[in-house]
């Protein structure tokens, strides 16, 4: 079956929320754009590129650093927190290869960028080689682009291994789902040319059909983007990574692998505006 659509096709305000903890500001090697591990199913995160360990990091075009800390679910002060609010100015209205792109060159610019590269970061399209090269060439500063796709040619060939995928396609009967669904954005600083951005978000991540080993489960975490103005929008510099804050989940009944699979190829992604 073919790896399902998961990059935004329809342009949204993003919703209101408590924003995540702040991370800290140390700033590591970005080293995979991979998959979250979770204790009974591969969640497959962003970017992609995703390290459990906390205040683990990455930074685009390096090697692995030390570690740094990360602040915890209960560091922030409820004084801090502020809902995300439309500003009112004009969304994004240019792509490039289904990602936003062209962003205001403000700080809702950088936030909007921010959620928008987590999303296609995080997305089945990172496990087939031509779309994830894409995905690199249009989010990741350019000097890092070529060392990026080397290594994550190696991360993700061992992926589509462990899961039994053909360059990102699953075999009969099962579908890949990876997607991202942001709950929160802030900026922790914006300089002009530079900018730190922090978003909360859930993740869908496994394999829908039946008899899978590796049933669709739910992964919260906090990515912390640094920012930089290049060629005219917002590149991705390096960024870091920590789990949670996780709510308490639902006492829900849990859908069939068939429903997952099936709301995964009918319900398309959303295009993100701060």
């Known amino acids: 079956m073919s790896v399902p659509d998961d990059q935004p096709h329809t342009r949204t305000r993003y919703p209101a ?3 995540p903890p702040e991370a800290a500001p140390g700033r590591h090697p970005l080293r995979t754009l991979g998959a979250v591990l979770g204790a009974v199913v591969l969640l497959l995160v962003v970017i992609a590129v995703v390290n459990r360990t906390s205040g683990s990091s990455t930074q685009a075009g390096g090697t692995t650093g030390g570690a740094g800390s990360a602040a915890g679910p209960g560091s922030g002060s409820a004084a801090k927190a502020s809902a995300t609010a439309p500003t009112g100015a004009q969304p994004v209205t240019t792509s490039q290869d289904g990602i936003a792109t062209g962003y205001p060159h403000t700080s809702e610019g950088a936030q909007s960028a921010a959620v928008n590269y987590s999303v296609a970061l995080g997305s089945s399209q990172m496990y087939a ?3 994830r090269h894409s995905i690199l060439q249009t989010v990741i500063d350019p000097s890092a682009v070529a060392q990026l796709e080397a290594t994550t040619d190696t991360q993700y060939g061992n992926l589509n291994k462990t899961l039994g995928l053909t360059d990102g396609v699953a ?21 002009g040319d530079t900018a730190t951005v922090e978003v909360w978000s859930d993740q869908l991540g496994g394999l829908a059909g039946t008899g899978s080993t590796q049933p669709v489960a739910e992964y919260w975490y906090t990515l912390t983007m640094h920012l930089a103005w290049i060629g ?4 991705i510099a390096s960024y870091s990574s920590f789990d949670g804050p996780a709510p308490i989940g639902a006492s829900q009944q849990v859908s069939s692998a068939n429903a997952i699979a099936g709301a995964v190829n009918q319900f398309g992604g959303f295009r993100y505006a701060r």
Do not use: F, Q
């Open 17 to 19: 929320g408590e924003a």
């Open 129 to 131: 080689t031509a779309s």
């Open 232 to 235: 005219g929008d917002w590149k």
């Open 171 to 191: 075999r009969p009967g099962l579908t890949l789902v990876s997607r991202p669904l942001p709950a929160g954005v802030k900026a922790d600083s914006y300089n």
